[in-house]
């Protein structure tokens, strides 16, 4: 079973800026489409990016495009999210995973939370 490990989250006051990482137990990069998702309370998880790890195509969710950029490294097996200028509606709990079904077994996210 794979497994995907995500970290990198915290507080931070709008305006801020954090770099999440998601790191796979073993290579799973090589032919898929990784996103990462978020969760805030009483909602359900939503896709706010995405990576093909074939061509390296990107597509972002309108609420963060602008401000949130996802980029991989295959050689380390990592899915990274560079969120800039965040907001308090970014606040959620984040999380990857591959962006078509079948998904792989979901980490226990990084909880992000945007507050002054």
């Known amino acids: 079973q794979v497994q995907l490990v995500e970290s990198g989250g915290g507080l931070v006051q709008p305006g801020g800026s954090l770099r999440l990482s998601c790191t796979a137990s073993?290579?799973?990069?090589?032919?898929?489409?990784m996103g990462w998702y978020r969760q805030a309370p009483g909602k359900e998880r939503e896709l706010v990016a995405s990576?093909?790890?074939?061509?390296?195509?990107?597509n972002y969710a309108d609420s963060v495009k602008g401000r949130f950029t996802i980029s991989g490294d295959k050689a380390k097996n990592t899915v990274y999210l560079q969120m800039n200028n965040l907001k308090p509606d970014d606040t959620a709990v984040y999380y990857c995973?591959?962006?078509?079904?079948?998904?792989?077994?979901w980490g226990q996210g990084t909880q992000v939370t945007v507050s002054s």
């Open positions: 073993r290579n799973i990069f090589s032919s898929t489409a």
């Open positions: 995973n591959k962006k078509y079904p079948p998904q792989l077994n």
């Open positions: 990576i093909s790890t074939v061509n390296w195509n990107t």
